[in-house]
């Protein structure tokens, strides 16, 4: 993918979302604009990172030593294998994103522990073969293994004529029996501001196709559940005290684990 920083890219916006530096005038513009539609979308951005590291944390508990993270982002600590590779020194994590920008940090996704292993694959998420035909993730995953897939706040960057739900069932069909699908998703279903940002993105030349509760739903066809089932990501195996009420409407996201089987 060719660098165009006078064009806002959701990687740099979610940066700047989330108070890192690396971003450009476009992305904070962006940002900035859906921040006044959706005044909470920082918190968005937090809680969406936060289930992905619990996520992963439980997985690494339960015996998960291989994951693969689609649309990484820029790095922000802490990362997905500095959490799993805390608990299980020997895991092993590929992250994917087609950011160039992504791509001049990947040093700081490959810091592992010795005994585990990371890489970075640049390669975009609509064309699932150029991720799982990758020298890196293949010297780096074995596939015979189960595989944790991660997929946070990307599919609703992924419209209809690209086929998202065939990206997904591509990508999982590639992991054997007993991998996992970890996904968040935006919706409209909690509140008129989501849809704003969308409309945002669109003007601002970044794609964007939120979906409903029966359409994320859909990305999880023939996978089971892990508790609490589909839910938002604030309320997946929160760390802590429940989350207050309102918190689904300033969020605005679905989330959700599940298990191949």
């Given at each position: 993918?060719?660098?165009?920083?006078?064009?806002?890219?959701?990687?740099?916006?979610?940066?700047?979302?989330?108070?890192?530096?690396?971003?450009?005038?476009?992305?904070?513009?962006?940002?900035?604009?859906?921040?006044?539609?959706?005044?909470?979308?920082?918190?968005?951005?937090?809680?969406?990172?936060?289930?992905?590291?619990?996520?992963?944390?439980?997985?690494?508990?339960?015996?998960?030593?291989?994951f693969l993270d689609i649309g990484t982002g820029i790095p922000t600590e802490p990362n997905l294998h500095q959490v799993v590779?805390?608990?299980?020194?020997?895991?092993?994590?590929?992250?994917?994103?087609?950011?160039?920008?992504?791509?001049?940090?990947?040093?700081?996704?490959?810091?592992?522990?010795?005994?585990?292993?990371?890489?970075?694959?640049?390669?975009?998420?609509?064309?699932?073969?150029?991720?799982?035909?990758?020298?890196?993730?293949?010297?780096?995953?074995?596939?015979?293994?189960?595989?944790?897939?991660?997929?946070?706040?990307?599919?609703?960057?992924?419209?209809?004529?690209?086929?998202?739900?065939?990206?997904?069932?591509?990508?999982?069909?590639?992991?054997?029996?007993?991998?996992?699908?970890v996904m968040t998703h935006a919706t409209p279903d909690l509140g008129p501001e989501m849809a704003e940002v969308q409309r945002?993105?669109?003007?601002?030349?970044?794609?964007?196709?939120?979906?409903?509760?029966?359409?994320?739903?859909?990305?999880?066809?023939?996978?089971?559940?892990?508790?609490?089932?589909?839910?938002?990501?604030?309320?997946?195996?929160?760390d802590g005290t429940e989350p207050p009420d309102d918190m689904d409407r300033r969020v605005q996201f679905y989330a959700g684990?599940?298990?191949?089987?």
């Amino acid at each position: 993918m060719e660098f165009h920083p006078e064009v806002a890219h959701t990687a740099r916006v979610y940066d700047w979302w989330l108070g890192g530096r690396d971003n450009y005038e476009a992305d904070r513009i962006a940002g900035a604009r859906s921040e006044s539609v959706f005044p909470t979308v920082r918190l968005t951005a937090r809680q969406n990172r936060e289930f992905m590291l619990r996520a992963g944390r439980h997985l690494a508990t339960q015996g998960i030593r291989q994951f693969l993270d689609i649309g990484t982002g820029i790095p922000t600590e802490p990362n997905l294998h500095q959490v799993v590779q805390s608990i299980a020194p020997d895991a092993r994590v590929v992250y994917t994103d087609n950011d160039p920008l992504v791509l001049t940090h990947a040093r700081a996704l490959m810091a592992g522990t010795p005994e585990g292993r990371t890489t970075y694959v640049n390669a975009d998420v609509r064309q699932p073969d150029t991720i799982l035909g990758a020298r890196e993730l293949r010297d780096t995953l074995d596939l015979t293994r189960p595989v944790a897939v991660s997929l946070i706040a990307v599919m609703h960057f992924v419209e209809d004529q690209y086929d998202p739900y065939g990206v997904v069932a591509q990508v999982m069909a590639a992991v054997p029996a007993g991998s996992y699908l970890v996904m968040t998703h935006a919706t409209p279903d909690l509140g008129p501001e989501m849809a704003e940002v969308q409309r945002v993105y669109h003007e601002s030349g970044m794609p964007g196709r939120i979906r409903t509760r029966a359409e994320f739903a859909r990305f999880f066809e023939e996978l089971t559940w892990v508790e609490p089932g589909l839910t938002t990501p604030h309320r997946w195996r929160p760390d802590g005290t429940e989350p207050p009420d309102d918190m689904d409407r300033r969020v605005q996201f679905y989330a959700g684990v599940a298990r191949k089987d």
